[in-house]
C-alpha cells in the first residue's frame, strides 16, 4: 500500500542538463499532478492530468514538460535545467468525484523529490 | 487569477499556548481543504470543509468556514511539540471534467517553544 511514489529523492544537476522525475500511484487514481514548492511561496501547480493520455498546464510550467502514457505514472522532465528550478517537487493523485458537486478532492501526495541545478 | 492567502506567514508560541492561521480567498469558495507538512515532509490532508459557517473539529483542531465561503481558519487549542509543521490551506480554481483544481495557500509555519 505505497500510496504515492516519487523517484528519485535527491538529484544535483548542472545548468542545462535534463532529467525526469517519476512519480506512481497505485489507488487507481483519475487525476496526477505535479507541484514545486519554494520558500514563501507555498505550493505551485506546474501541470497536471485528468486521465491518461491526457496534459495540462498548471501555474508555472515553462521550462517543464509532462507525460501521462500510463495511468499510474506521471513524468516530469526538465530539458535543459536552470538555477531557477532549484526546488522540491512534489506530485500528487486524486480520485474522481464522489458526494455532492461542492466538494473537491482529496490529494495525497508523495514524498517529494529535492532538486538542486548548479 | 484566484488567490489564496494565509496569514501569519510564521507564528513561534510556547508549548501550551493557543494557534490560529487564518485563509483568505479572493473568490468564493465552493469548499476548502487544509493540509499539514511536517518540516521535511509532504503535504497531508487534514481536513475539508464544504457549507457555509461549518465548524469541524480534530481533538484540539477547530476549522471553520466563513459565512461568505471566502475566508477560514484553523485554531489549535494548548499546542504541543507534535503540532510543529506547516499549514496549509487550498482552494478550488475552477472545474476540469468535474473536479476542482487546488489553489494552496502561502502556508502558516508553526515552531514550537518548549
Known amino acids: 500500500n505505497a500510496g504515492v511514489t516519487q523517484t528519485p529523492k535527491f538529484r544535483v544537476l548542472k545548468t542545462g542538463q535534463s532529467m525526469t522525475l517519476l512519480c506512481a500511484q497505485d489507488?487507481?487514481?483519475?487525476?496526477m499532478y505535479w507541484y514545486r514548492q519554494d520558500p514563501g511561496m507555498g505550493l505551485r501547480l506546474i501541470h497536471y492530468?485528468?486521465?491518461?493520455?491526457?496534459?495540462a498546464k498548471g501555474e508555472v510550467p515553462d521550462g517543464y514538460n509532462v507525460s501521462r502514457l500510463k495511468k499510474q505514472n506521471f513524468l516530469l522532465g526538465l530539458e535543459s535545467a536552470a538555477p531557477s528550478q532549484t526546488s522540491v517537487y512534489f506530485c500528487?493523485?486524486?480520485?474522481?468525484?464522489?458526494?455532492?458537486?461542492?466538494?473537491?478532492?482529496?490529494?495525497?501526495f508523495g514524498a517529494g523529490s529535492r532538486l538542486t541545478v548548479l | 487569477g484566484q488567490q489564496v492567502m494565509q496569514i501569519p506567514q510564521y507564528q513561534h508560541v510556547q508549548e501550551g499556548e493557543d494557534f490560529t492561521t487564518y485563509c483568505n480567498s479572493s473568490?468564493?469558495?465552493?469548499?476548502i481543504q487544509w493540509y499539514k507538512q511536517r518540516p521535511g515532509g509532504h503535504p497531508v490532508f487534514l481536513i475539508q470543509?464544504?457549507?457555509?459557517?461549518e465548524v469541524k473539529k480534530q481533538k484540539r483542531l477547530t476549522f471553520q468556514f466563513g459565512e461568505a465561503k471566502k475566508n477560514s481558519s484553523l485554531h489549535i487549542t494548548a499546542t504541543q511539540t507534535t503540532d510543529v509543521g506547516t499549514y496549509f490551506c487550498?482552494?478550488?480554481?475552477?472545474?476540469?471534467?468535474?473536479?476542482?483544481?487546488?489553489?494552496f495557500g502561502t502556508g502558516t509555519r508553526l515552531t514550537i517553544i518548549p
Open positions: 500528487a493523485s486524486s480520485g474522481a468525484r464522489t458526494g455532492d458537486f461542492s466538494g473537491a478532492n482529496v490529494l495525497t
Open positions: 489507488m487507481n487514481h483519475e487525476y
Open positions: 492530468s485528468v486521465g491518461e493520455g491526457t496534459t
Open positions: 473568490t468564493t469558495l465552493s469548499n
Open positions: 470543509l464544504v457549507k457555509s459557517g
Open positions: 487550498a482552494g478550488p480554481e475552477d472545474m476540469i471534467f468535474g473536479n476542482e483544481k487546488l489553489t
